[in-house]
């Protein structure tokens, strides 16, 4: 992926979120109240979704949670039970000793709770920035647009965020990002991704963005 120099100025990034917004009408509505039981099934899934296919995840949470589901319950399996079950994800070793060493931290260090803050969870094993806003946005209702390798890309490609990294795409985001477009920010740009600006043969020519995307037409041939 190239990055480009120039950052799109305040009002293109206006632009650029209203019509998000506007091609994507559905607005966000208030998280449910969720338990202890529920927040930390999200916080293993979160885990386990690292370098994984979706459906992949899936297959290893519904595995996991067949056998156990709490953290006193994973801490009572063997480490060849939990990789064993969370297999189809990958990188099951090293996300086994992340998970036992999420369960000891939540019950040693927050009493049984998932944090709520993107501090706390970062503290935990195994959890990064996108895990975090992850949980903050869907499952604390927070508003904050978590950057995925997708949202990472868009926002590189077109000039929105600029970072190396995942968490260095955030952190520019998070400061640029109008506060209206939290709430909603990260599934519009994860859509736009998906559809539109595609890691493989970006689909520039019938964008939305193409008039103050800063993405050059010099450089699609190498994407």
């Not at 966000?28 to 202890?36: G, I, L, N, V």
């Not at 049984?112 to 706390?120: E, F, I, L, Q």
């Amino acid at each position: 992926m190239k990055i480009m120099n120039d950052l799109l100025t305040s009002q293109q990034i206006e632009d650029f979120f209203e019509r998000l917004a506007d091609a994507n009408p559905r607005k966000s509505s208030p998280p449910t109240a969720k338990t202890d039981a529920d927040l930390f099934r999200s916080l293993v899934g979160c885990l386990l979704s690292a370098q994984s296919k979706d459906e992949n995840t899936l297959k290893a949470k519904t595995q996991l949670f067949e056998i156990a589901d709490t953290p006193e319950s994973i801490l009572a399996l063997d480490d060849h039970e939990i990789a064993t079950a969370i297999r189809p994800c990958g990188l099951y070793n090293v996300k086994t000793r992340n998970l036992k060493n999420l369960c000891r931290a939540i019950i040693s260090d927050w009493q049984g709770h998932v944090p709520n803050d993107r501090k706390g969870l970062m503290s935990l094993p195994g959890i990064g920035r996108k895990c975090a806003d992850i949980m903050l946005l869907f499952s604390f209702g927070n508003p904050v647009i978590a950057v995925d390798t997708h949202v990472h890309r868009v926002c590189n490609r077109t000039g929105l965020a600029r970072g190396k990294t995942e968490a260095a795409t955030a952190q520019s985001l998070d400061q640029r990002a109008p506060a209206w477009t939290k709430m909603d920010g990260h599934v519009w740009i994860l859509e736009f991704g998906k559809k539109t600006c595609r890691a493989r043969a970006p689909q520039c020519s019938n964008c939305m963005m193409k008039d103050i995307c800063q993405y050059p037409s010099k450089h699609l041939s190498t994407g």
